[in-house]
């Protein structure tokens, strides 16, 4: 999906604009993310991706990068996300 595809739905293009971090391997990682499932994320998924993107820069690079162990409710989500 390309951004101009996500930008027309108002949900996606929120979730897009909030994905960028002051992070550039943050950015780099969710903007990849959206583009390859943003097609396919379920509400839920949407909600829920929504809520993670509500931590901070160090503590989702901290989950990225596996040196934390993911809250139960974030697993699914961070396995997809490190799957892009």
Known sequence: MSDEDITSDPVLSRLLWRSRRGL??????????????AASLTDQERQTYGAWLELSDSDLLRMVLEQVQADPRWAPLLSKILDS
Do not use: S
């Not at 550039?24 to 499932?37: G, K």
């Open 24 to 37: 550039l391997e943050l950015d780099v990682l969710l903007h990849r993310f959206l583009t390859l499932h």
